[in-house]
T-cell receptor, first 114, second 110 residues
Framework: KAGVTQTPRYLIKTRGQQVTLSCSPISGHRSVSWYQQTPGQGLQFLFEYFSETQRNKGNFPGRFSGRQFSNSRSEMNVSTLELGDSALYLC?????????????FGPGTRLTVT | QKEVEQNSGPLSVPEGAIASLNCTYSDRGSQSFFWYRQYSGKSPELIMSIYSNGDKEDGRFTAQLNKASQYVSLLIRDSQPSDSATYLCAVKTRGNQFYFGTGTSLTVIP
């Protein structure tokens, strides 16, 4: 089975711009979660989508949004970029049908805001 | 208080030794527990998952869970230089939220 894919892998944007990141989960997985990873804060949960519905949301401002399509692919959007948004953005997919709820991460998108 | 706490390390062990990584969590209702390995510049890779009290073994890795003490650990036997990485502990709560620790950096010295 192919793993989780994320595009683009690297991105450089300037303050005030917006950005859209894409994630394709493992085939058959219906849950996609997004995380932000920075050296200072570690891995922080942004939101989870399941069957096109946002099921959980972390403590991030409304500039961070997402959506999921009927094929389970997900996009994350960040508007009005700030320098502090520079981070590795990871998406993780899960079948979400077992009690254990294992998540598998994609390679990430490295976003640099200048 | 953070949801998940780990010793940041760094932890250094000689090759062939046992590496012991520890994690505590604050939500007593947490259901599932995970260990991820993350090499520098790479994304986290799932090593182990555990959801019942006790030990779970997979090759050289053993995860231990004690829900009463809200404590999870990972033992790596016969440590190899290729095990040098940051190890992340993750906890899934009843609300299906995942919380990650900040990671423990492990160096295995040849």
């Amino acid at each position: 089975k192919a793993g989780v894919t994320q595009t683009p892998r690297y991105l450089i944007k300037t303050r005030g711009q917006q950005v859209t990141l894409s994630c394709s989960p493992i085939s058959g997985h219906r849950s996609v979660s997004w995380y932000q990873q920075t050296p200072g804060q570690g891995l922080q949960f942004l939101f989870e989508y399941f069957s096109e519905t946002q099921r959980n949301k972390g403590n991030f401002p409304g500039r961070f949004s997402g959506r999921q399509f009927s094929n389970s692919r997900s996009e994350m959007n960040v508007s009005t970029l700030e320098l502090g948004d520079s981070a590795l953005y990871l998406c993780a997919s899960s079948s979400a049908i077992s009690r254990v709820y294992e998540q598998y991460f994609g390679p990430g998108t490295r976003l640099t805001v200048t | 208080q953070k949801e998940v706490e780990q010793n940041s390390g760094p932890l250094s062990v000689p090759e062939g030794a046992i590496a012991s990584l520890n994690c505590t969590y604050s939500d007593r209702g947490s259901q599932s527990f995970f260990w991820y390995r993350q090499y520098s510049g790479k994304s986290p890779e799932l090593i182990m998952s555990i959801y019942s009290n006790g030990d779970k073994e997979d090759g050289r890795f053993t995860a231990q869970l004690n829900k009463a003490s809200q404590y999870v650990s990972l033992l790596i036997r016969d440590s190899q230089p290729s095990d040098s990485a940051t190890y992340l502990c993750a906890v899934k709560t009843r609300g299906n939220q995942f919380y990650f620790g900040t990671g423990t950096s492990l160096t295995v010295i040849p």
